[in-house]
């Protein structure tokens, strides 16, 4: 075996000693939170579709029209030539959306979070996160160059204590934090978070991945960004701002340069699925409601988005559980550090506005079973 197959191999065996080797599964998806799996049906609380969108006969078709009229791919950068109209539309939504002057979409969630930070802090600047964060607000935070501290999570004394000792050596400072928590399905305390930052003169950016279309109440941070692929059901990610700011960005942001333009059929998908969800108050109500149907009937503290974690703590213990619930029917896929803190893995549960109140009264009825002694 050469060197780099022999590496490759004692990785993968740390990571199976460890329980935490990720493999793919092959899942088809379809209407009703429907997922299937190795021929089986299941009853999906995996996916990150809350309001159903992906699937939506609406949304369907104008990715095909897109296609049609546009081409599969957007044949370049931004910069270049792949600004086709779509994305401009699209941008313009999202801005009115948000309440802000200007947004700019990226080619994902994730490569929107690697080219703000950078673009806005460097050597000789702050970022302060809060300890939960999303990898890729770290992923950026890394590549600023800056100097990186955080604070515990939610806790804006402890993030004015942060920056109460650091903020003088520094010439900028900038917050990152989610309005909702991907993993804890918990909300920030943006009013106090957004005092302090005022306090210290930081700028805030706040990751809405979850929150957009599901939670939306709340003070609104400067730099706003989340992703298309969530409750839009597409795929992409977006800042929204200033336009000063995005005006810099689209001149700074590595990762919104140097790639190529969303492709036609995501970014009219998602313009469509923001149409749909800014119509459809009830659908906007539901996976919250369902979410808190959930706590309800298993005695867990109120849902407050619709993220909810039933913790496990060990990570086989987690992944058996995952399985039990599989055979019943459910796919609840198992989180497992690092993504989540050591002896914190647990199931996350997504409720979606395609899921109905008796697939969730069954599901919460198979946890409790399945966790009861
Ligand atoms: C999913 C997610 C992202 C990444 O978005 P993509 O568009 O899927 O790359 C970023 N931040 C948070 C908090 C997320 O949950």
């Not at 703590?313 to 399985?323: E, H, M, Y």
């Amino acid at each position: 075996m050469d060197s780099l197959d022999a590496f490759a191999g004692d990785k993968l065996a740390a990571l199976d000693a460890g329980t935490l080797r990720r493999r793919l599964t092959t899942t088809g998806r379809g209407a009703e939170a429907a997922a299937t799996r190795g021929g089986h049906v299941l009853v999906s609380f995996s996916c990150n579709d809350y309001l159903g969108l992906s699937q939506h006969p609406r949304v369907i078709a104008a990715a095909q029209d897109a296609v049609a009229v546009h081409g599969a791919g957007a044949g370049g950068s931004r910069l270049v030539t792949g600004n086709h109209a779509i994305l401009g539309a699209l941008e313009a939504r999202l801005a009115a959306h948000k309440g802000k002057e200007a947004a700019m979409v990226f080619g994902s969630g994730y490569l929107a979070n690697l080219g703000i930070t950078p673009a806005l802090a460097g050597a000789g600047d702050l970022v302060v996160l809060d300890e939960l964060s999303h990898a890729c607000m770290w992923a950026g935070a890394k590549l600023s160059g800056a100097r990186i501290l955080t604070f515990r999570h939610n806790d804006a004394a402890d993030l004015a204590a942060t920056l109460s000792a650091a903020r003088a050596q520094h010439r900028r400072a900038l917050i990152l934090t989610e309005r909702i928590f991907s993993m804890d399905g918990d909300r920030a305390p943006m009013g106090d978070i957004l005092a302090v930052a005022r306090d210290f003169d930081a700028w805030t950016l706040v990751d809405d991945a979850h929150g957009l279309g599901v939670v939306e109440d709340g003070p609104r941070a400067p730099l706003e960004m989340g992703t298309l692929s969530k409750s839009l059901g597409s795929y992409g990610g977006y800042l929204c701002a200033s336009q000063t700011v995005i005006d810099l960005l689209t001149s700074r942001a590595r990762s919104f340069i140097y790639t190529t333009g969303l492709p036609p059929a995501s970014a009219a998908a998602a313009l469509e699925a923001l149409v749909i969800l800014e119509g459809e108050p009830e659908r906007r109500a539901r996976p919250l409601a369902l979410a808190r149907r959930f706590t309800a009937r298993l005695g867990l503290a109120e849902a407050e988005s619709a993220v909810v974690p039933v913790l496990v703590g060990d990570a086989q213990k987690a992944l058996d559980l995952s399985a039990r619930l599989e055979a019943e029917g459910f796919l609840v896929v198992a989180i497992r550090p690092p993504t989540v803190p050591a002896g914190t893995a647990r199931l996350r549960v997504a409720f979606s506005a395609a899921h109905s109140e008796s697939q969730v009264d069954a599901l919460a009825e198979a946890v409790a079973r399945l966790t009861a002694g």
